[in-house]
């Protein structure tokens, strides 16, 4: 049977657009395993029932977890799909993540976020659900825990795991978000937010501040790139990034993998949201890398740096970059 030349050219972009990139992509890398760190997965926009290559993920995820010996899991919101999910006992759970993520290497605790797809049902559900599972560790809509590097409680990072939701004014519109939104304080999260990052930066133990949040404060696709969303996020939290020098920001809600810098440029933004979906991104004028890619990151953190290692659903080391002091 011929195929219209319209269909093929329409058909080959779609075998070719997953696999479109920027930067310095280096395909079939070796991983880096580093001695003496702290090794943690960080992933985002997952939760599909198995589809749309969450699979194929997940099982690189696992062996990239037992290779590295990660200690936990960091999920950058959007946990369920389509509307997140309406209480602790809500089928998605299993569906989604119990029976998704089975490798041994991946029981371990996961850190999670709330994304916008989380808040269209019941965001508290998931705090709830903490208490039900061994792994699942969400405590609130925000919360901060520390990780001794290797052991040692004179090197720690500090990690803020924030609800960027009601950071967007348009979401208090929103028929779905809007009354999860109205439900959190965003000034007295702001205020909790900068008191923990005043405190910390006076803390010598505390080697480096990370800051996770659903939505990025630059993107390089063009849906996102100047949208009402990544404008709040970045005009609400910018200002406190600054001050307190947070040495990297970590967001989902672009379904690919990006690396961004800034300028002057003192916090690295690292973008991983291609967990079960990939979508087309380009390159801003501060961007390192950028790709159209299911898959995640890994990072290895010593006490002089982090070592980040961007790896695809085929278990390729597709981007690496250090963060150093």
Do not use: C
């Not at 030349?5 to 991983?31: E, R, T």
């Not at 119990?98 to 705090?127: C, K």
């Not at 979401?171 to 007295?188: L, M, V």
């Amino acid at each position: 049977m011929r195929i219209p030349f319209v269909n093929f050219v329409a058909l080959a972009l779609v075998v070719i657009l997953p696999a479109l990139s920027y930067g310095q992509s280096v395909p079939s890398q070796k991983l880096q395993t580093v001695p003496n760190s702290l090794n943690f997965i960080v992933m985002g926009d997952w939760g599909r029932v198995g589809e749309d290559h969450q699979k194929p993920v997940a099982v690189q995820m696992g062996k990239t977890a037992k290779e590295a010996g990660t200690e936990f899991v960091i999920a950058t919101g959007d946990n369920f799909y389509p509307k997140g999910v309406v209480s602790e006992y809500d089928p998605l759970w299993k569906y989604s993540f119990e029976d998704i993520y089975t490798a041994f290497s991946l029981q371990r605790d996961w850190y999670p976020v709330l994304g916008n797809h989380d808040y269209g049902s019941n965001p508290d559900a998931q705090i709830a659900y903490s208490k039900i599972s061994r792994r699942w560790r969400m405590p609130a809509r925000y919360y901060s825990k520390k990780f001794a590097i290797n052991g040692d409680t004179t090197n720690q990072v500090l990690i803020a795991f924030i609800d960027t939701n009601p950071l967007i004014p348009g979401y208090y519109r929103d028929g779905d978000y809007g009354p999860n939104a109205k439900s959190q304080d965003t000034t007295a999260q702001k205020i909790w937010l900068e008191k923990l990052l005043q405190q910390n930066s006076a803390n010598p133990n505390v080697k480096w501040k990370l800051v996770v949040g659903h939505h990025p404060m630059y993107t390089g696709s063009d849906k996102r790139r100047n949208s009402h969303d990544t404008r709040s996020v970045r005009g609400s939290l910018k200002p406190l990034i600054d001050k307190y020098k947070v040495d990297a920001y970590i967001a989902g809600h672009e379904h690919s993998l990006q690396h961004i810098v800034p300028a002057p440029g003192r916090t690295h933004h690292f973008v991983s949201g291609a967990a079960s979906e990939a979508t087309q991104v380009g390159m801003l004028p501060e961007s390192k890398f950028a790709q159209t890619q299911y898959g995640f990151m890994l990072f290895s953190v010593s006490a002089q740096k982090i070592l980040v290692q961007v790896i695809d659903f085929n278990g390729n080391v597709i981007y690496t970059t250090e963060v150093k002091k």
